[in-house]
């Protein structure tokens, strides 16, 4: 025998498999329902007030348009923020530029712009290549010198110095002008060996110098 208690569970959740079936089956008829019916001369005004492209889409499009202004302002509630009362011609003319992105009317619009981006992403590529890539050789003093200045490969000593003593040699870096390594030398913290292996360029990128052309 099933208990009372049982039977109540099993009719609720039937009931709510029923309405998560059947809700979107209503929703969608009232919609219909809503869209199929004419919209009222005043809305039709207020419409072409305030979204002129009514006027000129075919006749097709403006039933649609009005059909989903029809729609739209059933389904939806408007709420006007700081004591502003939303009137009607509020709602079917927020309902109307809702109703736009439904049409697909920009669609051949959309196309355009996006060819046009990728003709502009492409010869854009190619200036970029053949005005500026192409040709582009590796200062290498200037680099080095870079290295040896920088105070950003401090963070690489922090496994090795620790960090307070790494932040101590930053901050006398950022004081003094100098190097990371020009103090790390003068204070011979590090050997010349040392200094090759922890800061290493190749190794701080983990740059694989195989994959590169000389």
Not at 39 to 56: G, K, M, T, Y
Not at 169 to 175: D, I, K, S, V
């Amino acid at each position: 025998m099933i208990s009372s208690a049982a039977t109540a569970i099993i009719a609720l959740a039937l009931a709510f498999v029923a309405w998560l079936l059947l809700a979107p089956v209503l929703r969608a008829r009232r919609h219909r329902r809503a869209a199929a019916a004419p919209l009222a001369p005043s809305r039709v005004d207020a419409v072409e007030r305030n979204v002129p492209i009514r006027a000129q889409l075919p006749l097709g499009l403006r039933d649609r348009l009005d059909g989903l202004v029809a729609a739209f302002v059933a389904e939806k509630t408007f709420v006007g923020c700081n004591g502003l009362t939303v009137t009607d011609e509020m709602r079917v003319t927020i309902a109307a530029h809702a109703g736009q992105l439904q049409l697909n009317a920009y669609e051949p619009l959309a196309g355009i712009s996006i060819l046009e981006s990728q003709h502009l992403l492409y010869t854009t590529s190619q200036a970029l290549r053949t005005k500026c890539v192409d040709g582009i050789t590796v200062n290498e003093k200037v680099l080095a010198n870079y290295m040896e200045t920088t105070v950003g490969i401090v963070t690489a000593l922090n496994p090795v110095l620790g960090y307070e003593k790494a932040t101590e040699l930053a901050n006398e870096a950022y004081r003094s002008g100098k190097g990371i390594l020009e103090i790390i030398r003068e204070k011979k913290i590090l050997t010349e060996a040392q200094i090759a292996e922890l800061l290493d360029p190749s190794k701080l990128t983990n740059l694989d110098k195989s994959q590169y052309k000389k």
